[in-house]
């Protein structure tokens, strides 16, 4: 093997009907990147596909669809669409993914702007089809282990105050929006929730609620029925109060009367349908309470506080983490405890008096 002009050594090896060439400082090492080449090829046989990083994602993505639900698609959609698929990251070969290269990425997304917990985010779905990738013989390791995700603060939940709940609901003059919002703040359930409850999973006489399908926002301004639930958690029974019964009465005779003016009395099942008695649209009903929060000079709230603030309440009344737990739908204990740390610390000074008595009676 001669040495070429340049001082380096060359050897080659066919594969699939054409030559591939490896170069070295010098002969030994031309060869022994040749032969790890050919063994990594042997036992990934589609590692010389050329592939790229967004083809993988995208084909990875479109594998996934028939396993995840509609919202979960759009968001792994959203994230690889803004960040991979059109962008020239994504058009890195396979074969050459390094995790110093997702470093790079990781810190051009922070640069850019975008929080930790988009960049986590990233991390997460892009990590998923690369772990794919692994298991298809795509590529020997998957890069993104070796890669720490961006540290991130939770954020302290926001609820609100007796003053600020009035002073939204002087604002909120939509009388079928006032008892979805009511209804919100009363029972802690997610929008999804509320919006996929049906008359069947209302018990009137033992005065319960269940959760046991959701409402999912499609693309634009329209919305879909899904018989499953976030969690396996997330499916569950809760106690409702006699105010919330009455509010439940008035609401199915709202929706009775809807159904005979439009003629299709059966249509439609849901507990707080649109008035064409289909699905409400999961973001027209949050762009609608947003303009309600802006119009009562909150506008730092969000529809999702009212599960905040229902959580909130419970815990500085005393109710037990763990019913708070249950009636939130959350997977763990664990997400409660972390969520709404911030308002146990009172707690803390009642027992520290509770506590205090204990070495009195001498």
Aim: aromatic fraction near 8%; charge should be positive; proline fraction near 4%.
């Amino acid at each position: 093997m001669a040495k070429r002009k340049d001082n380096r050594y060359c050897v080659s090896a066919t594969v699939a009907g054409k030559r591939k060439f490896f170069y070295g400082k010098t002969k030994r090492e031309a060869e022994e990147k040749r032969d790890t080449y050919l063994s990594r090829l042997n036992d990934f046989p589609l590692m010389d596909e050329k592939i790229t990083l967004a083809e993988w994602c995208s084909a990875w993505l479109d594998g996934m669809r028939s396993s995840i639900t509609e919202n979960t698609y759009r968001s792994y959609f959203g994230v690889l669409n803004t960040h991979l698929l059109v962008s020239p990251f994504g058009q890195t070969l396979m074969d050459q993914l390094t995790p110093a290269l997702f470093r790079i990425k990781q810190q051009q997304m922070l640069d850019s702007g975008l929080s930790p917990r988009t960049v986590n985010y990233f991390h997460t779905v892009v990590s998923s089809a690369l772990k794919q990738a692994v298991f298809d013989g795509i590529i020997p390791s998957n890069p993104l282990l070796a890669v720490r995700r961006v540290k991130q603060h939770r954020k302290e939940a926001k609820a609100l105050n007796r003053e600020q709940i009035i002073q939204f609901f002087n604002h909120l003059h939509d009388p079928m929006l006032a008892r979805l919002c009511t209804f919100a703040l009363q029972t802690g359930m997610r929008r999804s929730e509320i919006l996929g409850l049906r008359w069947q999973d209302v018990d009137f006489k033992h005065k319960t609620v269940s959760v046991n399908q959701t409402v999912l926002a499609l693309m634009g301004n329209s919305a879909v029925i899904s018989p499953t639930t976030k969690t396996k958690s997330s499916r569950r029974t809760i106690t409702i109060s006699d105010a919330l019964v009455h509010l439940l009465h008035t609401q199915r005779i709202y929706c009775n009367e809807l159904g005979l003016k439009l003629g299709k009395p059966k249509a439609c099942n849901l507990v707080f349908p649109s008035q064409a008695l289909t699905p409400l649209a999961p973001d027209n009903v949050s762009r609608a309470v947003k303009k309600v929060f802006r119009e009562a000079g909150l506008g730092e709230f969000t529809f999702h506080c009212f599960r905040h603030t229902h959580a909130t309440f419970l815990i500085e009344q005393g109710i037990n983490f763990k019913i708070v737990q249950y009636r939130l739908g959350h997977s763990s204990f664990a997400t409660t405890m972390d969520t709404y740390s911030h308002v146990s610390p009172g707690m803390d000074a009642q027992a520290a008096d509770v506590a205090g008595t204990l070495g009195e009676a001498k």
